[in-house]
């Protein structure tokens, strides 16, 4: 499970905590989050640092409500092209089915299901991460999403049969009422939205079906994005290739603090020097095959010598880098 999410889901916390009196900037450094790249759709942000400025702001300004703010100023518009799917699918039970699919492609870790049960359907969001500070936050943010989704389709007087939340009431019941337009049970078993089993085969009025299919196909094509530690792997083997896969660039690109990165790192049992040296070793294996002179390997791997390269190589292989071309030789002329 990918712990990376879209800049985007963070679309509008800067203004929120400002308008609350806040620091928006020193809760994001604090968590290794680069303010200026808050909102971008192309920039990744650990789950687990975007949970915690999340729960930080709310701690911070006193808003336990904090959560259902920013759910509720920043709708379905953070969902991007799942968005498309909500305004223009042909009916409502198409469009939260889709939602359903396709919520990987905005934030990985949070999975929807919807299940039509007698009278009612329940649509249910859970975090897919066992360790998320602020979890709760988190979840009132996502489901108030939801009922932005939900009012869009059925309505803006809509209110649901029922809404259910796994953690401990953090804000007031009015709060909630507010927010949901009923009362909300705490401490049960799925964080959930009841709907009105017949309001599903409402068609979506003003639908245009050309901007849903470019939707489909775009997001057919994706995957889930990639987990922290391919992100990085990736990010090494591209700057290698500029002599610039250090700590601090790679962090930089990712618009993280390096500390903060390695400790995510080390969520992940592993460490920056741990994925450099992996990329090395099997770079090293691939250009062996190349026809490249050994000088011009280790260049290619970032070594500033020729020397620290033959050390790796044995190290690696067992054997020195001109032993491992001419293997890489006789395997490829024995095909």
Same mark, same amino acid.
């Given at each position: 499970m990918t712990d990376l999410i879209r800049g985007m889901s963070m679309l509008h916390f800067?203004?929120?905590?400002?308008?609350?009196?806040?620091?928006? /900037?020193?809760?994001?450094?604090?968590?290794?989050?680069?303010?200026?790249?808050?909102?971008?759709? /192309?920039?990744?942000?650990?789950?687990?640092?975007?949970?915690?400025?999340?729960g930080e702001a709310a701690l911070s300004l006193e808003r336990p409500d904090f959560g259902l703010c920013l759910g509720a100023r920043q709708g379905i518009s953070i969902l991007g092209p799942v968005a498309v799917l909500i305004r223009h699918s042909e009916t409502v039970d198409r469009a939260i089915e889709g939602v359903c699919r396709y919520l990987y492609s905005c934030a990985p870790p949070d999975v929807a299901t919807l299940e039509r049960s007698g009278r009612s359907a329940i649509f249910t969001l859970s975090?897919?991460?066992?360790?998320?500070?602020? &979890?709760?936050?988190?979840?009132?943010?996502?489901?108030?999403?939801?009922?932005?989704?939900?009012?869009?389709?059925?309505? *803006?007087?809509?209110?649901?049969?029922?809404?259910?939340?796994?953690?401990?009431?953090?804000?007031?019941?009015?709060?909630?009422?507010?927010?949901?337009?009923?009362?909300?049970?705490?401490?049960?078993?799925?964080?959930?939205?009841?709907?009105?089993? *017949?309001?599903? /085969?409402?068609?979506?009025?003003?639908?245009?079906?050309?901007?849903?299919?470019?939707?489909?196909?775009?997001?057919?094509?994706?995957s889930p994005a990639l987990g922290l530690v391919? @992100?990085? &792997? *990736?990010?090494?083997?591209?700057?290698?290739?500029?002599?610039?896969?250090?700590?601090?660039?790679?962090? @930089?690109?990712?618009?993280?603090?390096?500390?903060?990165?390695?400790?995510?790192?080390?969520?992940?049992?592993?460490?920056?020097?741990?994925?450099?040296?992996?990329?090395?070793? /099997?770079?090293?294996?691939?250009?062996?095959?190349t026809g490249m002179q050994v000088g011009q390997i280790a260049t290619m791997l970032g070594y500033a010598e020729q020397s620290s390269y033959s050390r790796a190589c044995r190290r690696w292989y067992n054997e020195s880098p001109r032993d491992l071309i001419a293997r890489r030789r006789r395997i490829a002329a024995s095909r």
């Open positions: 800067s203004d929120l905590v400002v308008s609350m009196g806040g620091d928006a /900037d020193a809760i994001l450094r604090e968590q290794g989050i680069d303010p200026s790249l808050v909102g971008e759709f /192309d920039f990744l942000i650990p789950y687990r640092s975007y949970a915690a400025a999340i975090i897919a991460l066992r360790q998320v500070a602020y &979890r709760e936050q988190m979840v009132e943010k996502g489901l108030t999403i939801a009922m932005d989704a939900f009012r869009f389709l059925l309505g *803006e007087d809509f209110v649901p049969r029922k809404v259910t939340m796994q953690h401990r009431r953090i804000s007031s019941q009015e709060r909630y009422r507010e927010q949901f337009g009923c009362a909300v049970e705490f401490e049960s078993d799925v964080n959930s939205v009841h709907l009105p089993n *017949e309001g599903l /085969d409402k068609p979506i009025r003003g639908r245009d079906a050309a901007a849903l299919a470019l939707a489909e196909n775009y997001l057919a094509r994706i391919d @992100h990085v &792997r *990736e990010m090494i083997h591209r700057l290698l290739k500029v002599n610039h896969a250090t700590l601090v660039v790679v962090a @930089h690109e990712m618009g993280l603090h390096p500390r903060v990165l390695q400790r995510n790192l080390a969520d992940d049992n592993t460490s920056f020097e741990e994925l450099l040296d992996n990329v090395r070793r /099997d770079m090293s294996w691939q250009l062996s095959a």
